[in-house]
């Protein structure tokens, strides 16, 4: 991911200085359960743990010749011990992949717990805003057109709570992401003994997998990049609401814009949702990493480095990008300006057909046939659309036409627009308990 859009914490767990941090301490681990096995000399491991983790630098000019990392990262790290002897015996009865997968889910491990820490303060800034706005009025909307009365509050429940499984699926795969295995060419542990593989899981917190052969299988790590994908479409649900909200028409909901802030370099009046435009541009990109991670499962029989390639791509951007997501969009709810007013406004926009389905149930109730009570409010409706004149009064007008009183008083009653949101206080109930 480019620095633009890459914050310092989850930028430094992809850094490649922090990977080779973690590759030697993979391997200092592999050697500490040797030695404990009597399998290399005790004496061995102190150098090397000690021996400082070499510089990216270094790596690269020496895989410039080698062409294979793990070499290269071997060779350096070597390089910096002392005695340089005792670097014999690092890698011992390894196959590179060994090494590789088990950093990698250490590395994918940490790169959850910074996310997951980012989706709980998500969480808390929906929640927090949601109950904010129980009592906000505004009309609810279906296909983009007014339909009846909701609040605020409503919406943004839906988002809390789809964060909120977002986070939870997340937490899940973090277990299926953080599998490591050290079993050797093929996988058969024909060179390295399972007691380690055991030993070294233990200590990094990771589980060794049910069975590798020379990889672990991607299945978990396409899991949790597809989890990643759905928390970042979440974020854009909600930045796209605020998009739909701060168009001109509409103008209930602004983006926080900052002393200073410009919209436009030739139209000074402007002030664009560009938070929200970056957040649903930004989904597109954690979305992409999908199908390239999932085309890592299938590899040539024990191991092909297909998905090498793509994954020192799609797993950074994927992890470093939904992180850049879950901090802007927090930010975007915080410093949300809602417009309660001209909520209100619009609640009146339609001239009262908002009111429609309550008006049809009402005269069914006093006996009509529903298909006639249709067709009275239809028609009634769309002259109201046509001509603008308030909906009661071409409801009055068409039902006089028809031979049908209407009850003006009891219209009065269910018309008002706190009675469609009567029935919300479970919701918020639920809400309030959201953690």
């Given amino acids: 991911m480019i620095e633009r859009y890459t914050l310092p914490e989850i930028g430094r767990v992809f850094s490649d200085a922090h990977k080779y941090e973690l590759w030697c301490r993979v391997e200092t681990l592999v050697m500490e359960a ?13 150098p090397v743990r000690q021996a400082p983790p070499p510089t990216p630098e270094r790596v690269a000019e020496i895989e410039a010749v080698t062409q294979h990392d793990v070499i290269a990262f071997l060779t350096a790290w070597a390089d910096n011990t002392e005695p ?14 060994d090494l590789l997968d088990t950093a990698l889910a250490a590395q994918l491990v940490e790169a959850t717990d910074i996310l997951l820490a980012k989706a709980d303060a998500l969480v808390a800034a929906l929640r927090d805003h949601a109950l904010a706005h ?5 009309v609810g909307r279906t296909h983009g057109i007014h339909g009846e009365p909701d609040v605020w509050g409503h919406r943004v429940a839906d988002f809390a709570f789809g964060m909120a499984r977002s986070r939870d699926r997340l937490r899940r795969a973090r277990e299926a992401v953080g599998v490591m295995a050290i079993s050797g060419p093929v996988g058969t542990y024909s060179n390295i003994d399972p007691e380690v593989e ?15 052969t020379q990889v672990v299988l991607r299945d978990g790590i396409s899991e949790w990049v597809s989890c990643l994908a759905i928390m970042a479409t979440v974020c854009e649900a909600v930045a796209l609401e605020v998009r739909h909200g701060q168009r001109t028409e ?5 983006e926080p814009f900052g002393k200073g802030q410009k919209g436009s370099s030739a139209m000074p009046h402007k002030k664009n949702p560009i938070m929200s435009e970056r957040i649903c541009g930004m989904a597109r990109n954690v979305r992409a990493q999908i199908v390239p991670v999932m085309e890592g499962i299938p590899l040539w029989h024990e191991r092909d480095i297909s998905h090498s390639s793509t994954e020192r791509i799609s797993l950074p951007d994927a992890a ?3 992180d850049y997501l879950l901090n802007l969009t927090t930010k975007l709810v915080t410093g949300l300006v809602v417009d309660s007013d001209r909520m209100l406004a619009n609640l009146d926009a339609t001239h009262g057909l908002i009111y ?9 109730e006093t006996g009509l046939s529903r298909e006639d009570v249709y067709a009275v409010v239809q028609g009634a409706a769309m002259r109201t659309w046509d001509t603008g004149t308030p909906f009661r009064q071409t409801l009055r007008e068409e039902a006089g036409s028809r031979g049908i009183t209407l009850d003006e008083a009891r219209l009065d009653e269910v018309c008002r627009p706190e009675r469609f949101t009567e029935r919300l206080a479970g919701v918020f109930e ?3 308990k959201l953690a």
């Avoid at 340089?84 to 992949?97: I, L, N, P, Q």
């Avoid at 129980?134 to 505004?138: D, K, M």
């Fill in 34 to 46: 040797h030695a404990e096995a009597g399998t290399i000399p005790a004496d061995s491991v102190e």
């Fill in 84 to 97: 340089r002897e005792a670097a014999k015996w690092v890698h011992f009865g390894m196959t590179s992949s």
């Fill in 134 to 138: 129980r009592g906000t009025l505004r």
């Fill in 198 to 212: 055991a030993y070294v899981a233990e200590k990094l917190g990771l589980r060794p997998a049910d069975v590798s």
């Fill in 250 to 254: 509409v103008r209930e909901l602004w």
């Fill in 320 to 322: 470093i990008a939904t």
């Fill in 356 to 364: 429609s389905s309550t008006v049809v149930s009402e005269l069914i």
């Fill in 430 to 432: 639920r809400l309030e």
